[in-house]
């Protein structure tokens, strides 16, 4: 058995017509090796939609409130909108789209927001997903005040919140046992 | 929403981010999280022509307590790290709290400490932590480095005493000594919204009368700074925090507050808000001595 | 009629099938899920240049002059324009929205004055937000450099916020070819209400205020278009929840053939009514995409999307209402005002909604309502979930409240004497409905509606623990609001149904989702209609080219249109399936049934045949058999579904809160909801309808408003002020529901989209003011903010 080295994810460079400067980064993105030339006021949010196709981050709001671009820096949650493309040289990015590979089966928090129909639009949902993952990742269970928390950071228009609640809490139940 | 043309650049040194930050071709802005700032380029309300990214710099990155027993949080450390801390949960637990409701956790694993301080939003919480905590603030830049107490450092609505040339390099805490107690509380719309009003209290229980020895009352949404009121505090010394004690207290707040309306609430909401949460925080306060 | 409170729907009577009334899980969640939604943003277009809006930093003001040559020279711009560039297009109207049905027009005779928009203002702005010039550049960031380079001088005219004024006599006219700044009106009267009034026992009169907010979808409005070179057409992606009208309306603008113009609607994210109407940035987007030659993408940011995308829900009705010593409503009169901002985008939707659905479930037998739509300097006002009936509820729930304490009768009693009866159905209210025809409430049961949720808010348990008073400042208080709402608006929706030579089963319908999950839904009706099992079947909405007619989602339509269109649909594909089988097998038609995608004789041991050996095996390959006489006919088949009239869902909301005496907090204890919209195909997505519907009802009730200043600015214009409930502001909820078949359709169902939105803000209004009791308060209008509420209790103790 070899073991295969992640091919690289290709990047578009800025437009020609970008007056500020560019600067070179590298990262990993799901995994994959990254490097890219962006321009210093490229926003994470646009580097993934618009120069890695990474388009399941999305954009609603771009001043940190509705949660929609959030993804895992380093394995921590945070706004894509608010990180700037450039400050992420050497980090480890994970978005919605690496979550499960396209021929495996939905992780099981991505599982619990079907089941308990948490998603009905589905345009804030990666960001749920994301901070959801990040909460199944911890070593312990976060307790109830924690996951409240998180949830605040993010706007879903369409579902009210109750399955989404329950889609968490099914979530943390099967990775921390009940 | 998108933010005009600039540079970014990450020194990896105090010395060439203060001599980046005094660079008069260009007006340079600091970055650290960018949680406050970023929303500001997007809306295009901040404009700089160069962003110092100080997350690069390791001393920047220290959170320790000093040999006098202080606590000291360089300008690039998260707040998420911050209020995890043990050692800061153990000894400064209103600036524990206090970092805690600040928005959301995915913002606090970008934006920093110093960050929400030098930006100085009147209704935040951690200015009103840090004026009331009495914290000092080191400030570096081409003149070298000077101390400023909390009270000086914040001069006005998203203006504090850190020159366009100067860089915050780190908060210091003193500890809270032996009986004293603290509360911090405030109004919010939503869930990790800033505060419409806010109260941090810090209390000292004189224990051989039982009664106030010394008091710090600080109000943020109260005004362009952190409302510090020392007409109230002087209300409290001497008492023993009972309903008389707090209720004269309480008229001090709401006769010497002049905060404004906005959207979110009226002046007189946000008087009566601030003499209600400060009946709540003196008497949890006073519990904790 | 049943009633089933459980999760079991088999009792609902309404088919024999396998798949309605089943949560069946969505088929839509897991590729959303993989992050492969496609949203229109998400949709590759190589080599597209973006637009950027420059937009009016006035809400009233002559334009002098626009200089964009600086602009011109930004770097990576490749055309900045402005209305005189666009001069030769039409201005914009919402031309199915603004039409007076004809019965309507002969019995009412509403006013209804256009005031077309141009698509980039030439002489004038009227609202702050309203697009000025576009600039199109490589992309988002450079398009925004060049927008600062847009010189534009105005000068400033007399601004007209609140409504009342606009309608005063020396008051400014935004449209100077109007006599006056009235865009709508419309009056209706029935019996005597004078007479009613002048012997009555008890009135009350009263000025309610519903305040302004808006739907904000978490995806914000996007359009992008391209021209196909080869075949000269053009494709418009856009997130509208009307594309068949968007299509005719472009065709229409860029002088083109509807055929020629391609609509998708790919993956929405929310509308709530705000992506249902036309916009002019729908239109200059693919005028761009033509003149330049290359695609062109739009996304509209926050900031946009709140201040200058369709606002809604403002009004002021001064109510009043008259009854006798028993508590019986003898007349009710309401002059309403609805705000339309500066545009009459859609006529009388929203004011004529406001007006028959007033009465709600009671019985009145006296009526005038009137209603004046007014134009004024803010941001043109559409419908949003609920369009008009929130408001409307909103008035006549809480001058119930306050009848009920003019005469000391319990608020839910004195909702139980005026209630319509279920056997008084179907009821005919003696108003004109939306289509013009006489109103008839089609079915329902309103008093087991309250039964329902009287019970299950402990109102006895509520006034017990009020008599004990306050706990620590904290005062509790219950509220109650019900309304109707007439659902399953035409005039009609496509549905065809294609079996592939596999077996496989498309249906495509005129209707798009913005998170409905229709095709899981859709194909849940359509697999019990034609006998195949659910995972054969593939839907496909919002796509012009699948089916060339269609209205919409919108208005709680798409599933008594769409759904019944499927349903026909499917009937008639099935017999068409049974006759071929017929003939393959050589047996008689009647003999044979098809259920789970095989046709069976009715005899045990009988011939039989599967669908995908049916479809695949015909005459020559892929070519199925003919059907019905002609050579080549497909198995397809083509509906399109016309309602005959309104199915009428109904609901009854309860509400427990707890008010801070001192913070103005309001904490809501129980919410409960208790609906009926006739039979339920997927529980699973009904229930997520209701809930999602309730919470922006919350939100509307406690926390969202879009503030003027007096000034015409928004102030509300970012996220950060524009409070949109996180999950720690919405409860759980209490929820039970009946069913009521609707008779108006073959699937008994009802619409249930904006249910849920409708009674929020009245039934927390009245928990409120029902908490705050000892201070003697009125709600008359909201967000119920801390400050507000507050501001409540100050007044009643100066008084």
Redo the contacts between chains.
Sequence with gaps: MTTSVPAPLAARTPPLAEPSAWHGISLIVNGRPVTAQVEARLLLSDFLRDRLGLTGTHVGCEHGVCGACTVLVNDEPVRACLTLAVQCDEVELRTVEGLAPADAPLTPVQRAFHECHGMQCGFCTPGFVMTTTALTEQDERPDEEQVADALSGHLCRCTGYRNIRRAVCQALDERFGE | MKPTSFDYTAPSTVGEAVALLGDEEREAKVVAGGQSLIPMLNMRLARPELLVDITRIPELGRLHVDGSGKLRIGAAVRQARAAADGAVREGWPLLAVAIGRIGHPQIRHRGTVCGSLAHHDPAAELPTAAVCLDARFVITGPRGTRTVGAEDFFVATFSTAVEADELLTEAVFPPLPAHHGWAFEELTRRHGDFATVGVAVVLERDTATDTVRSARVVFCGAGPVPVRLPAVEDALVGTDVGEHALAAAARVALARLAPADDVHATAEYRREGAAHLLVRACTTAWERC | MSHASDRDRSDQGNSNGTWIGRSV??V???R??????R?V??I?LPGAVEAAFLRSPHAHARIESVDVTAALTA??VVAVWTGDDVADLPAMLNKEELRTPPGLAALLDPLVRMTPMPLLARDKVLYVGQPVAVVL??????A??AL?LVEVRYAPLRVLVDPEHALGEDAVRLHEDLPDNTAVAVATRVGDPEAAFAGAHAVVSERFEAHRYV??????RAVSAQVDPYSGRLTVWSGTQTPHRLRDAIAHTLGLESATVHVIAA????G?GQKGILYVEELLVPHAARRLGRPVLW?E???ENLTASSHAREQIHRIELAADAEGRIVAVRDRITVNFGAYNMTGLVVPYNSLCHLLGPYRVPNVHIDVTGVLTNTTFATPYRGAGRPETVFAMERAMDRLAAELGIEPAQLRARNLVRPDEMPYATGLVDRSGSPQSYDSGDFPELLRRAVAKADVEGVRARQREGARDGKYVGIGFAMYIEATGLGPFETARIDVAPSGRVRLAIGAPS????HRTSMAQIAADAIGVPFDVIDVVGGDTEATPFGVGTIASRALVNAGNATHRAGRLVREKIVEAAARRLGVDAGGLDLSDGIVRAGEPGGPSISLAELAGKAPLPGIPEPTDGRHGTEISETVHFRPPGFAVASGAHAAVVEVDE????VEILHYVVVHDAGNIVNP??A??QV??????GIGGAL?E?M?YGPDGQP??G????Y????????P??DMDEIFTPSPMNDLGVKGLGEG?AIAPQAVLAGAVEDALRPFDVVVRRGPL???RV??LI?AAADA
Excluded: C, K, W
């Design positions: 899980p969505r839509e969640d897991d959303l899920l993989r992050g492969n939604g949203y943003d998400d590759a770097p990576g550049a490589e992309n988002r960031y450079l925004e450099d600062e739907a904000s979808p978490i995806e914000t993956d929405v994210g929310g709530f996304r940011d926050r900031n913005q998170g409905q999950g001192h913070t103005g907090e699973m997505i229930e997520g809930t999602g519907g309730i919470a922006q926390y408003e503030v102030r509300t970012t996220y950060m002020d409070l949109v409930p996180t999950s720690s502001e919405i759980d909820l849920g903010s801390p400050s507050r501001a100050r």
